[in-house]
């Protein structure tokens, strides 16, 4: 069974960081594109970054702020995201495929307020 587990979302104020982490089981992970989604309150899906064999790709509202990363060794995927805005308020999910296309996990909650 493919299993994607989000963890590390949390409230932080604007200007803040946080790395979320998605632990994968039940697929070969390092054959496997993989990236994150993020769905605010009320609002459709957005793509936010996805890393293949050839490197990483940012949607334009987090490029030079949020980076993707990944441990074929321990079957994980990251996103560090800094200098938080209120606008990055939203539920993030860790998808397989390039742009989320494969499936997602449950997702991890993450406010950014003052």
């Known amino acids: 069974e493919v299993q994607l587990v989000e963890s590390g979302g949390d409230m932080v104020q604007p200007g803040g960081s946080l790395r979320l982490s998605c632990a994968a089981s039940g697929f070969a992970f390092s054959n496997y594109e993989m990236s994150w989604v993020r769905q605010a309150a009320g609002k459709g899906p957005e793509w936010v970054a996805g890393?293949?064999?050839?490197?990483?790709v940012y949607a334009a509202s987090v490029k030079g702020r949020f980076a993707i990363s990944r441990d074929n060794i321990n079957n994980m995927l990251y996103l560090q995201m800094n200098f938080l805005q209120p606008e990055d308020t939203a539920q993030y999910f860790c998808a397989r495929g390039f742009m989320g296309d494969l499936g997602w996990g449950q997702g991890t909650q993450v406010t950014v307020s003052s």
């Open positions: 890393i293949a064999y050839g490197g990483d």
